[in-house]
């Protein structure tokens, strides 16, 4: 027979396991608690994984429950534009001036160490198709995530989930909800977790909307542009684009959705090794680009992917012309953002861009029958930030 060890269920220590003849034994292994329980009647050892992830040393989930520092908190998280053209889930950056902003307020009608979703606000296709079960919900997920590692059990929260981004549009949608609600939750108890807890709760959302991937959440989080090196355990680079260059973003938004899950989808199950040896030297490339501020290396560098994006363009109506537009206009490069449909161009100059921007809207109605909105953005260089907040 078997005894099962369940989060949150407090855990011995390793060091109490193994001072006496105990049949228990802990060990952390890849991110997680090994339970290991000898079964004396049938000679051999059982092993049972609990999945309580492992705190990073400088930033401990906290072992005792923290009381609210505020009644109420708004917090704000940024458009996001994964991949960067051959940085496929492991190169992203964030967008200012889009997003999504969650407001949180203590609740005594919640029930303790739950999250009741009250509202949910935006334009277009953002409000009727989004669950208030929070369980179901991408800030729900990642703010009840955060209350786990916070371990708060006595304390009921409402959220109110405000979309500035329109779903299935490859700006983070969801990333930028589960941001907000990551950083609001942690801003009401006081701040007590670090980026990379954070980024973790996040992921939770991400792994059951899209797939577990951080090059969309890790940059709505930190802020500027991220290389995911590792996903267990997580790490996280940030990479810092020079404050005194000038980069712009044109993104244009076709009336079309393209849904994550599909568009991963059509990618190749395996790639040639010349075509992965192209897109590793393209990413090196970018990267290098970002960090000396080179925008016209970093546009060809972002144009040059030849694994995603020829599998996905297809599936967005004018794409290949959309492109082509871009680039004839004076683009430094353009690529897909994200999974699409969105078509992101790079660019050093605001007027600039947004000439490139009116090419682009041009070529998808042209190209691809489809009406499209543009926009010139900066790099948001701070990520995901508390708005407002009332304190007790």
């Known amino acids: 027979m078997a005894a099962c060890f369940l989060c949150p269920c407090p855990h011995p220590s390793s060091a109490s396991a193994s001072a006496s003849a105990s049949p228990l034994d802990l060990k952390e292994e890849g991110g997680a608690?090994?339970?290991?329980?000898?079964?004396?009647?049938?000679?051999?050892?059982?092993?049972?994984?609990?999945?309580?992830s492992v705190p990073s040393k400088t930033n401990a989930i906290t072992k005792t429950e923290p009381h609210p520092v505020c009644t109420s908190v708004k917090?704000?998280?940024?458009a996001t534009v994964?991949?960067?053209?051959?940085?496929?889930?492991?190169?992203?950056?964030?967008?200012?001036?889009?997003?999504?902003?969650?407001?949180?307020?203590?609740?005594?009608?919640?029930?303790?160490?739950?999250?009741?979703?009250?509202?949910?606000?935006?334009?277009?296709?953002?409000?009727?198709?989004?669950?208030?079960?929070?369980?179901?919900?991408?800030?729900?997920?990642?703010?009840l995530e955060v209350m786990k590692m916070l371990g708060i059990r006595s304390v009921g929260l409402s959220l109110s989930l405000q979309k500035g981004l329109p779903l299935g549009s490859?700006?983070?949608?969801s990333a930028a909800s589960a941001a907000a609600a990551a950083v609001a939750v942690n801003e009401i108890f006081g701040n007590k977790l670090g980026v990379q807890?954070?980024?973790?709760?996040?992921?939770?959302?991400?792994?059951?909307?899209?797939?577990?991937?951080?090059?969309?959440?890790?940059?709505?989080?930190?802020?500027?542009?991220v290389l995911i090196r590792n996903y267990?355990?997580?790490?996280?680079?940030?990479?810092?684009?020079?404050v005194e260059k000038e980069l712009f973003f044109v993104l244009v938004t076709p009336e079309f959705e393209a849904p994550t899950k599909k568009m991963r989808?059509?990618?190749?199950?395996?790639?040639?090794?010349?075509?992965?040896?192209?897109?590793?030297?393209?990413?090196?490339?970018?990267?290098?680009?970002?960090?000396?501020?080179?925008?016209?290396?970093?546009?060809?560098?972002?144009?040059?992917?030849?694994?995603?994006?020829?599998?996905?363009?297809?599936?967005?109506?004018?794409?290949?012309?959309?492109?082509?537009?871009?680039?004839?206009?004076?683009?430094?490069?353009?690529?897909?953002?994200?999974?699409?449909p969105t078509a992101v161009a790079v660019i050093d100059d605001e007027r600039k861009g947004m000439e490139i921007g009116e090419r682009m809207v041009e070529a998808?109605?042209?190209?691809?029958?489809?009406?499209?909105?543009a926009n010139v953005k900066h790099l948001d260089r701070v990520g995901a930030r508390l708005i407002s907040s009332t304190r007790i």
């Not at 267990?232 to 020079?242: A, K, Y």
């Not at 199950?269 to 925008?295: F, K, R, T, Y």
Request: aromatic residues 4%; hydrophobic residues 40%.
């Open 33 to 52: 608690i090994c339970i290991t329980i000898a079964i004396p009647t049938h000679r051999r050892r059982t092993r049972i994984r609990c999945n309580l």
């Open 75 to 78: 917090a704000f998280a940024p």
């Open 82 to 143: 994964a991949n960067l053209g051959p940085g496929f889930d492991f190169l992203g950056c964030a967008v200012d001036g889009l997003g999504d902003t969650v407001s949180l307020t203590v609740d005594p009608h919640v029930h303790p160490g739950e999250i009741s979703i009250s509202d949910i606000s935006g334009t277009g296709n953002n409000t009727t198709r989004l669950s208030k079960n929070p369980l179901w919900n991408c800030a729900g997920i990642a703010a």
């Open 170 to 173: 490859g700006l983070g949608s």
């Open 197 to 225: 807890e954070l980024v973790l709760a996040s992921l939770k959302s991400e792994e059951k909307v899209s797939g577990y991937h951080a090059d969309n959440v890790a940059p709505a989080i930190m802020g500027g542009f």
């Open 232 to 242: 267990e355990p997580l790490d996280l680079i940030q990479l810092t684009f020079p």
């Open 265 to 340: 989808a059509a990618l190749p199950s395996e790639i040639g090794m010349p075509h992965h040896v192209w897109n590793c030297s393209q990413a090196g490339a970018l990267v290098a680009s970002v960090l000396q501020g080179d925008l016209p290396a970093l546009g060809k560098a972002l144009s040059s992917d030849k694994i995603v994006e020829p599998r996905r363009a297809p599936l967005i109506p004018g794409m290949e012309g959309v492109k082509r537009a871009a680039l004839d206009a004076g683009a430094f490069g353009c690529t897909i953002s994200g999974a699409g």
């Open 364 to 373: 998808f109605l042209k190209e691809g029958n489809l009406k499209a909105c």
